[in-house]
């Protein structure tokens, strides 16, 4: 890789970077280590095997490394034909691999597993690994629907709905990820919904300072990284995630996964394209729960929620700048429904009208009480308000207490010239000031409101809610309690 190629990828990297603090982790594997510290300071690994769990022989790496494989030189990059799937069904992955040589993919399912983070569920024989054809662009969209399947995951029945990594892996010890769901063929509680419309928004692959784009950048012909005026308007589903392979927020999701499934919630698993596409049915659930940044939403996808809460299901916002781009969604060159993305940003239509929820006249406080505000430069504590409210119960936080770092990343507040939804209580539980990029005094909110229907609507207003749930180095036990008071109240809701 040239110096100058180097300088355009890692600019990139860095773009990603700046608006989360809490963007990627705790992946550890992503940092090249097997094991990890928890929050008591024990050394434990990022996986637990269930093989030698049951008695069987304890897996060992077959190969050299980890090394992180990038978008330049390509070593080891894939993605997969659907998000999601329901047991029993199949998930194809196309793969590149340069130079060629015999690949693995390693299946893990995410969740709590005693603390170790994920569980290895299944592995595929050696691959003989090929160099797909170059991205295909088509103005600033890039897609790689023309690259060759290289592996087909059966899903069998038994496995339960969650969120899966298929870890790729190289003879010579590069190492890239491939997301994807086991869609709930059953009931639940709760309904976790992965966004993944989200995560291809910002998805800027290939990162190689020439060809990738995402709904935020783009580079021109001197490999200087451009700005949302320049990127493009439409992206594709049919190619990897940049970097390392996960998307940009997937973090969040996790940190929701491990605290639900250690605390024994009953939880199934979507994508948010089975949402807009009507593949599952929101109202069978107590609560529908968005545990990340879901910043990009269809009508498909809001008229779903709002039919859910009227019906008296829950919902539960665990981010911030939550609904705050109305896209659309349509099929690939190859007829695949919804595998491309388009939202036209900040480019006005015949009337002038840009791709933002409030400016074509619904607001997103319609649905979640409150709605975005800004960026946070840096975390800010959170200010407990209403303290004596059923969702701080037992927490052991006061009027006024101080959650030191809870307001980070991006903040939502109430707009009092706004319009609210219909409700029967409504309540914010945190006011918390925090100073702009540009020295203003701002403010944070976390809202609850109660439809008439009997549903909640929980908003934490805040990127870092979810992390202080299950991350090392982030968790605070009043943030797990209060999501607990929460969560059991909807669950027992009739």
């Known amino acids: 890789m040239s110096t100058d190629q180097i300088r355009r990828w890692e600019s990139g990297a860095l773009a990603h970077g700046v608006s989360d603090p809490f963007g990627q982790g705790p992946l550890p594997w992503l940092r090249g280590a097997t094991q990890y510290l928890d929050d008591t300071g024990q050394v434990v690994p990022w996986y637990v095997d269930l093989a030698a769990g049951s008695g069987g022989a304890a897996h060992r790496p ?5 090394r992180t494989a990038d978008d330049v030189r390509r070593q080891i990059k894939g993605f997969a034909s659907a998000g999601s799937v329901l047991p029993g069904g199949a998930v194809d992955f196309r793969i590149t691999v340069d130079p060629p040589q015999e690949f693995t993919v390693d299946v893990y399912r995410i969740g709590h597993y005693g603390g170790d983070g994920a569980a290895k569920m299944s592995a595929s024989p050696r691959l003989s690994g090929i160099v797909q054809p170059a991205p295909l662009a088509a103005g600033r969209t890039v897609s790689c629907h023309h690259w060759w399947q290289s592996w087909r995951l059966q899903i069998p029945t038994y496995w339960n709905t969650g969120a899966y990594v298929a870890v790729l892996t190289t003879a010579d010890g590069y190492r890239s990820h491939v997301p994807f769901t086991v869609r709930a ?6 309904l976790l919904l992965m966004p993944d419309v989200t995560w291809q928004a910002y998805n800027l692959y290939p990162e190689d300072g020439r060809t990738g784009a995402s709904l935020y950048h783009a580079w021109d012909e001197s490999g200087q990284l451009l700005g949302e005026e320049q990127a493009a308007t439409t992206v ?16 969040h999701a996790y940190d929701f996964v491990r605290f639900a499934e250690r605390y024994g919630y009953d939880v199934a698993y979507a ?72 939202c036209r940003k900040r480019h006005g239509d015949s009337k002038g ?59 939502d507040r109430y707009y009092p010239r706004t319009a609210l939804p219909e409700s029967t209580e409504r309540i914010l539980l945190a006011h918390s000031p925090y100073e702009s990029a540009d020295g203003r005094r701002c403010h944070q909110e976390t809202s609850l409101y109660r439809a008439p229907s009997g549903a909640y609507v929980f908003a934490a207003g805040t990127f870092a809610w979810s992390p202080a749930l299950d991350r090392p180095g982030h968790v605070d036990p009043r943030v797990q309690r209060a999501t607990a008071n929460l969560l059991d109240r909807i669950c027992k809701h009739d």
Not at 185 to 190: G, N, P, V
Not at 331 to 339: M, N
């Open 353 to 411: 009208r840009t791709a933002l929820w409030r400016d074509l006249g619904e607001p997103e406080q319609l649905l979640l009480g409150v709605q975005y505000a800004g960026r946070v430069p840096q975390p800010a504590p959170l200010i407990v308000r209403n303290a004596g409210h059923w969702l701080w119960e037992a927490t052991g936080a006061g009027e006024g207490d101080e959650i030191p770092g809870l307001v980070a990343g991006e903040a």
């Open 271 to 342: 994508d948010a394209r089975d949402l807009h596409a009507g593949r599952i049915d929101p109202t069978r659930y107590r609560g529908l729960v968005f545990p990340g940044h879901d910043e990009y939403w269809s009508k498909p996808m809001r008229r779903a929620a709002e039919t859910a809460r009227d019906a008296g299901t829950s919902l539960v916002f665990l981010s911030a700048n939550t609904m705050y781009w109305q896209v659309e969604l349509a099929a690939s060159p190859a007829g695949d429904p919804d595998r491309l993305l388009s």
């Open 62 to 66: 077959r190969f050299p490394g980890p």
């Open 236 to 251: 594709s589903f049919d190619r990897p995630y940049a970097g390392a392979g996960l998307p940009l927020h997937i973090g």
């Open 185 to 190: 063929a059953h009931e639940a509680d709760l």
